[in-house]
């Protein structure tokens, strides 16, 4: 420290003059020195007045921000020189030493200068920081590495391989989640191929009718155009011979609904004579059904119908000398609603069906009214089961209803409506495609308003059975017995049980077979008379395409009866085209 005398406290203090003059020998030659580097060969480039200008203008972010766009919006030097790379250690100072270089200003003052009594500073370490030697030693490994690889480039005349830098120069981004997964690509993502190139899938039934889009409801309509050869044309004691023009249309329908569905069958046959005993025979019908998915475990079943066709031979009301059989026609309908309760399983269905009855005309000219046979039956079933297994339902059935007939009296004066009871026990059937429907007998009993008619009644059996034994082949099975009444005086009628079982198999794709057999069985009312009906049928049908097939059938026919005159038989062939889409 430095001790100022009062007698020399007037002159100026030679140590602070000193430091005066060595400051102002400093600034020039700092002022002069620039240029003379900028000039000197591969040092730097050229510095910008706006750096200057930002150094001078001191410390502050406004000055660093003021230099910082100023040297954005000065033009890049087209070839910048290389940069100056020091080959000795400590040739430059760290400048990365914030606490050795506080201030970036071209004016900042060393530490206590504004001091005059301060000690003369420390003099500044010339050894480079230990920082600032690694960064020397890693750049200098880099340069020896780079130059080893130029030179094995430039023997072999292939590239190198790159030399990975360790050494982290930012934040290095952290990869998704995903590009750490091997996710599974979606297929519809891939290229779709040609039409031709894709494998279609396998058809199960490639000759089976495509169907016509129609609203809700695709239709599959059929067209059947054959000859039939008959030895009895009009299946009656009495019948003879021909050669027959059939033709047969028909036409399914079904609904593609998600929750309900409904279907309809219809057709149409005509037959007529080309050749033996004149036939003029027209047979018409349809059938609809509607299921309703109610909700709450109710379900609904709604179903109509119609037929219109000649009176069977074999019917029981036989009209001797007529010339053709006469028309009858059929409406039913139906409504029924279920309800499961648990395994508890209820049922009620409404029924009503008429039937109308043409005149018969005789071969002698007259016409035989048959307005008496017409009647209506309404019938009410309840129904209750319990379900043992999905697949096996018993239940128990009760019937009642009522026959009114048009005319109250009839031709021979009899009152002739009657009360119907009926029960039946059966099981129901549901093993999915292999077996489905139901089996039930039981009894049914009609008395007659009038008293002079015994009650009628019988066993009955029923069934409505489907079983596919292996693919390819279905077997059915349907059965049924009806009341049926009479017009003989003091006769009340009969009990006719009927069963047909039916075959189908597909041989191949294009050739499908059927074979049928069904017999009958008619008891009469107050007498031992009785009808026994045969009938067996076999056919094939051999499709050329999708849309059409040569079809053949052919068909035995018998009744057997102790009554006189009912007896046939009838033995036909028939070939045709069939056409369906």
């Known amino acids: 420290m430095s001790w100022v005398r009062p007698e020399n406290r007037g002159r100026p203090e030679p140590r602070a003059l000193r430091t005066l003059l060595l400051t102002a020998s400093a600034a020039t030659l700092l002022c002069a020195f620039p240029a003379q580097a900028q000039d000197s060969g591969g040092l730097r480039g050229a510095v910008a007045e706006t750096d200057v200008t930002g150094s001078l203008l001191g410390r502050g972010q406004a000055g660093n921000t003021q230099a910082q766009n100023a040297a954005n919006q000065a033009p890049a030097d087209q070839n910048p020189p290389p940069q100056y790379a020091p080959e000795s250690t400590g040739a430059v100072p760290d400048?990365?030493?914030?606490?050795?270089?506080?201030?970036?200003?071209?004016?900042?003052?060393?530490?206590?200068?504004?001091?005059?009594?301060?000690?003369?500073?420390?003099?500044?370490?010339?050894?480079p920081t230990s920082a600032a030697r690694k960064r020397t030693e890693?750049?200098?490994?880099?340069?020896?590495?780079?130059?080893?690889?130029?030179?094995?480039?430039?023997?072999?005349?292939?590239?190198?391989?790159?030399?990975?830098?360790?050494?982290?120069?930012?934040?290095?981004?952290?990869?998704?989640?995903?590009?750490?997964?091997?996710?599974?690509?979606?297929?519809?993502?891939?290229?779709?191929?040609?039409?031709?190139?894709?494998?279609?899938?396998?058809?199960?039934?490639?000759?089976?009718?495509?169907?016509?889009?129609?609203?809700?409801?695709?239709?599959?309509?059929?067209?059947?155009?054959?000859?039939?050869a008959t030895s009895n044309a009009s299946a009656s004691s009495g019948g003879s011979s021909g050669v027959l023009s059939e033709t047969t249309l028909r036409l399914n329908a079904v609904s593609d609904w998600s929750r309900h569905s409904a279907t309809i069958d219809a057709y149409g046959i005509l037959r007529r004579t080309l050749s033996g005993e004149e036939i003029k025979e027209t047979q018409a019908g349809i059938d609809g059904k509607l299921d309703l998915e109610l909700g709450d475990e109710l379900r609904g079943h709604v179903e109509a119908g119609y037929q219109r066709r000649p009176e069977s031979g074999s019917s029981p009301v036989a009209i001797e000398g007529t010339l053709s059989q006469p028309i009858r026609q059929t409406f039913n309908g139906s409504?029924?609603?279920?309800?499961?309760?648990?395994?508890?399983?209820?049922?009620?269905?409404?029924?009503?069906?008429?039937?109308?009855?043409?005149?018969?005309?005789?071969?002698?000219?007259?016409?035989?009214?048959?307005?008496?046979r017409d009647s209506t039956l309404a019938t009410l079933t309840l129904?209750?089961?319990?379900?043992?297994?999905?697949?096996?339902?018993?239940?128990?059935?009760?019937?009642?209803?009522?026959?009114?007939?048009?005319?109250?009296?009839?031709?021979?004066?009899?009152?002739?409506?009657?009360?119907?009871?009926?029960?039946?026990?059966?099981?129901?059937?549901?093993?999915?495609?292999?077996?489905?429907?139901?089996?039930?007998?039981?009894?049914?009993?009609?008395?007659?308003?009038?008293?002079?008619?015994?009650?009628?009644?019988?066993?009955?059996?029923?069934?409505?059975?489907?079983?596919?034994?292996?693919?390819?082949?279905?077997?059915?099975?349907?059965?049924?017995?009806?009341?049926?009444?009479?017009?003989?005086?003091?006769?009340?009628?009969?009990?006719?049980?009927?069963?047909?079982?039916?075959?189908?198999?597909?041989?191949?794709?294009?050739?499908?077979?059927?074979?049928?057999?069904?017999?009958?069985?008619?008891?009469?009312?107050?007498?031992?008379?009785?009808?026994?009906?045969?009938?067996?049928?076999?056919?094939?049908?051999w499709w050329l395409n999708r849309y059409a097939g040569l079809t053949g059938r052919l068909r035995h026919e018998q009744l057997k009866s102790n009554l006189e005159g009912r007896d046939y038989q009838a033995n036909s062939v028939f070939v045709g085209l069939k056409v369906q889409r």
């Open 335 to 372: 409504l029924g609603i279920e309800k499961d309760v648990g395994k508890a399983r209820f049922g009620i269905t409404g029924r009503v069906e008429h039937d109308m009855y043409g005149d018969a005309q005789l071969s002698t000219g007259g016409v035989v009214s048959q307005k008496d």
């Open 95 to 127: 400048t990365t030493d914030t606490a050795a270089s506080p201030d970036p200003s071209l004016f900042a003052l060393p530490p206590n200068t504004d001091d005059p009594f301060a000690d003369d500073p420390p003099p500044a370490s010339t050894r």
């Open 138 to 228: 890693d750049a200098r490994n880099r340069n020896t590495a780079t130059t080893q690889a130029d030179s094995e480039t430039a023997a072999s005349g292939q590239p190198a391989e790159e030399v990975d830098d360790d050494t982290t120069t930012g934040t290095v981004r952290t990869p998704t989640i995903d590009s750490e997964q091997v996710l599974k690509l979606d297929e519809g993502a891939e290229r779709a191929e040609a039409i031709e190139g894709l494998n279609r899938p396998r058809d199960d039934n490639p000759f089976a009718a495509t169907g016509i889009r129609a609203g809700s409801f695709v239709l599959r309509p059929s067209l059947e155009q054959g000859i039939t």
């Open 383 to 541: 129904r209750g089961g319990y379900e043992i297994s999905p697949a096996l339902t018993p239940f128990l059935e009760a019937e009642v209803g009522r026959r009114f007939y048009d005319e109250k009296v009839d031709a021979s004066g009899y009152e002739r409506s009657s009360d119907r009871l009926g029960a039946r026990a059966g099981v129901e059937l549901d093993l999915g495609e292999k077996l489905s429907g139901e089996f039930s007998a039981g009894w049914i009993r009609e008395g007659f308003d009038d008293d002079r008619l015994n009650a009628i009644g019988g066993p009955t059996v029923n069934a409505n059975l489907a079983w596919s034994p292996e693919r390819g082949t279905m077997v059915n099975l349907a059965a049924s017995t009806e009341v049926e009444g009479s017009t003989t005086a003091g006769e009340s009628g009969s009990v006719f049980h009927s069963a047909r079982l039916s075959v189908e198999r597909e041989i191949r794709a294009n050739l499908t077979a059927n074979a049928a057999i069904g017999a009958g069985y008619r008891d009469y009312s107050g007498s031992d008379g009785h009808d026994i009906i045969f009938n067996a049928e076999a056919g094939a049908t």
